[in-house]
């Protein structure tokens, strides 16, 4: 399945709560969410049908792939990785997802959205340990330095988003000098560092019964 490149205002109206998928606009009057909560976009959207008890887990798993900006096999992936590793296979699978280079940006605050991080990825505006990196998926570790190239300091957006870093909050497991637009990642992001409603527990139910 490919990347879904069309209005993602849809989106946050499809699972009836703000994903932040735009950026700024999810905190202004014009954000979708705000002038038409209870109806679901399309030509017969007038109002919100109840759910199976798997289209309440298959919701959820959409949700979380939405947030993230990521494929179907991609997040299936993601999932599969968890699954193999020891401990509770829904933090595990958040964790996993927090660590990708372009949540990070936006974590940090140098993007507004992860869509507009997995852009400065792609264009070559980022570099971790010193190397520039241009795959968006890049997994960041313990003690890896992020930053923007210096040529590409002076962009307005990262300078517009590092400076509404404030209202959408900063995780303890990141550090941010402003500065030399910079980030280090101090220790893997837990559970309680994801401030999104997310039941992880129904992913995996959901998985579970596929």
């Known amino acids: 399945m490919s990347r879904y490149n069309g209005p993602v205002c849809r ?5 009836g709560m703000k994903l932040f998928l735009k950026g700024e606009r999810c905190y202004t009057e014009k954000c979708a969410v705000e002038n038409r909560p209870d109806q679901v976009p399309g030509e017969h959207g007038k109002g919100r049908s109840k759910f199976s008890e798997f289209g309440i887990r298959l919701r959820e798993k959409q949700k979380v792939k939405r947030i993230y900006g990521l494929t179907e096999k991609q997040f299936n992936r993601y999932f599969e990785k968890a699954s193999r590793v020891k401990g ?3 933090k595990l699978l958040i964790s996993l997802l927090e660590r990708r280079l372009d949540n990070l940006l936006y974590r940090l ?3 507004s959205s992860r869509k507009e991080a997995r852009q400065m990825v792609r264009h070559g505006h980022i570099l971790v340990n010193g190397s520039r990196v241009n795959v968006s998926s890049f997994e960041v570790r313990v003690g ?3 930053e923007v190239a210096e040529k590409s300091r002076k962009m307005e957006r990262i300078n ?3 400076d509404s870093l404030a209202r959408r909050g900063f995780p303890d497991w990141l550090e941010l000098d402003r500065d030399n637009y910079k980030g280090l990642i101090k220790k893997m992001p837990a559970r309680e560092d994801v401030t999104i409603p997310i039941e992880e527990q129904l992913i995996v139910e959901f998985y579970s019964r596929v």
């Open 11 to 15: 989106l946050c109206r499809r699972e």
């Open 144 to 146: 890896d330095v992020v």
């Open 109 to 111: 605050g140098l993007a």
């Open 160 to 162: 517009q988003s590092l």
């Open 88 to 90: 509770v296979t829904g």
